[in-house]
Each structure stands twice: as C-alpha cells, then as structure tokens.
C-alpha cells in the first residue's frame, strides 16, 4: 500500500474548490446533490482509511486481541510510520465515531421535540405556533405505519413580519424543502464534515446551494422573483434560525445577500452540467475524478491489507 493509503486522508483538502465550483456554475439543485455525494464518498474513504491504520499499527502492542502474525514486519511494512500513525488513528476514528453519534442523536432529539410542540394542533400541511420569536423551518414526515407526513412549522412573529406575498413565497420555499428531502442533504453534509474537517467547506456549500434550490422553486411558484428576495431579506432580518443546522429553514444563516442577489438576478440554467470544454466543466470533471479516485485509493489499500493479513494468517 505505501504512502497512498494515507491519500484519502489529505483529498478532502479538494473540497474548497470544489464547492466554490459547483456554488457558481452548477444548478443549485444539481449542486447540492453532488456536493453531498462527493462529501460523503470523501468521507467514507477517509474514515476507513483510519480503520485500516489502527489495525496496521497497533497488531504489535502488547495486549492486543489481533493475531500475533499481524505484527511481522511484512505486514507492517504495508504502512509507512505504522507505530505513530495507528495510535493517533485510535484517537481519530474515535472522535469521528464521538462526533458523528452526538450529530445524529440530536437530529433525532430535535425532530422528536419539535413533533411533541405541535401537539394539539390541527393536522394540516402548515403549523402556525403562537410565538412572537420569527422563525420557519420544513419538519420532516417519520416514516413507519403511523408515519407523519412533514409539515411546515411557522411563527406567528415571522407572519407578522411579512406580506402576504412574501407569505406565500415563504411557504412555497418551505414546501420546496420537504418535497426534496432536503434535510437529508444537510445531516449527510454535517455527518461528513464530522468524520473529516477538511470537508467543512462542502457542508457549508451543501447548506447554501439547498437553500437556493428551494428560493428557486420558491419563485417559480410565486411567478415574482424579487418577491422571493424580499421574503428572504425581511426573514433574515429578524429571524432567530432553525432548532438544528439538519433543519432547513427559510432564512437559515448564511451568504443571505448572495442569496438575494441571485433571486434578483436571471433564472440560473436547468443544464445539469457544464459543458466540458468550458473551464467550469473541466474544473468540475477534475474535482470527480479526484472524488473516484479517492474511492479507488481506499478500496485498493483494504484488499491490500486482507490479502496481506491473510497471507500472514490464512483463514
């Protein structure tokens, strides 16, 4: 294996370009699911990449459960500096583990309190809660026999700020996030950035491009784009944001003028890609190629390690 099992570790540093890209020359809707595609294969690879060096470099610790034979030089010799690199991958994997949980529990504790505030009030698509505090957020559905369809949970105090035009983009923009499933981009994005920090620009990236697909559908249903621009920039100015960064909300933090000045701006092209002979497209095809060819790195060094671990141990 050599060096390039430590590859999938370092490819994550791709994920800024990669991002500024997809943000500026891609649909948002095609954005954000390659954004989280390539954040979660970048993020697989990586963390197996960790398992593969605590297994490597720590067969030759005493105490170990693994099998003596794992510790001859042949098989540590697959891994440069395999002493110090599997014990600070023991470290690693276990806050990736730590981190990844933690996100997870939350995205459930949250989507569990915010279905308990809306007891008692009637079963329809939108849940006005009488609170003077300015929010929207989309609520997914559960899934399971007696699964909840999603909702779209708004203030009274974000109602109050806005007009009845920019209401109906505010739902519109809500809906746009349930019917896309958009909050499963988002926990995807966090989960990755969690399990590798380099990929904290993507997950930002994936937070903003999903927002703009849904101020997209937004204002197609509205038929006024500087409508939409208006609800978004009223709503940013007094809302207090989503229970968890999974949950997308109307006026959720971030570039919000970017945001606007798209709305203001022409309908972005429905082109799914750019056309490769263009610098966006070939920047683009670079950024997939690198993707796969993390994923190839991390596939070759694990086949490499079970045939080098069998040849040490045959089953």
Not at 143 to 161: F, H, N, W, Y
Not at 277 to 287: C, F, K, N, Y
Request: glycine letters at 8%; hydrophobic letters at 50%.
């Amino acid at each position: 294996m050599g060096v390039f099992v430590y590859l999938p570790l370092v490819l994550p540093l791709t994920a800024l370009p990669i991002a500024r890209l997809a943000e500026q020359h891609l649909h948002p809707r095609t954005a954000t699911r390659l954004l989280t595609l390539v954040g979660a294969v970048l993020a697989v690879c990586s963390t197996l990449c960790l398992g593969l060096l605590v297994v490597v470099g720590t067969a030759q610790l005493p105490g170990n459960p693994l099998p003596d034979s794992w510790s001859d030089p042949e098989v540590r010799a697959a891994v440069p500096y395999d002493v110090v690199a599997g014990k600070v991958a023991i470290g690693a994997l276990a806050a990736v583990a730590a981190a990844c949980t933690a996100t997870c529990l939350r995205h459930v504790r949250v989507r569990r309190s915010a279905q308990l505030a809306l007891a008692g009030l009637p079963e329809s698509p939108v849940a006005v809660l009488p609170d003077g505090k300015a929010y929207a957020y989309a609520l997914p559905g559960t899934s399971g026999r007696a699964g909840k369809p999603g909702r779209i949970v708004v203030s009274t105090g974000m109602l109050d700020s806005l007009n009845a035009g920019e209401r109906r983009a505010l739902i519109a923009h809500e809906h746009a996030h349930l019917t896309g499933h958009h909050h499963r981009y988002l926990l995807a994005a966090q989960l990755a950035a969690r399990a590798n920090p380099l990929l904290r620009p993507l997950r930002a990236a994936v937070d903003y491009c999903a927002e703009r697909w849904a101020d997209e559908e937004a204002a197609r249903e509205v038929g006024d784009r500087r409508v939409t621009a208006l609800a978004v920039g009223k709503a940013a100015l007094v809302s207090q944001g989503t229970p968890a960064p999974t949950l997308a909300g109307f006026a959720a933090p971030g570039p919000v003028p970017r945001r606007v000045a798209a709305l203001l701006g022409p309908v972005p092209p429905a082109r799914p890609w750019p056309p490769t002979w263009t610098a966006a497209g070939l920047a683009l095809w670079v950024a997939a190629v690198g993707t796969a060819a993390s994923a190839v790195s991390s596939a070759n060094a694990a086949v490499a390690l079970v045939l080098v671990l069998h040849t040490a141990t045959p089953l």
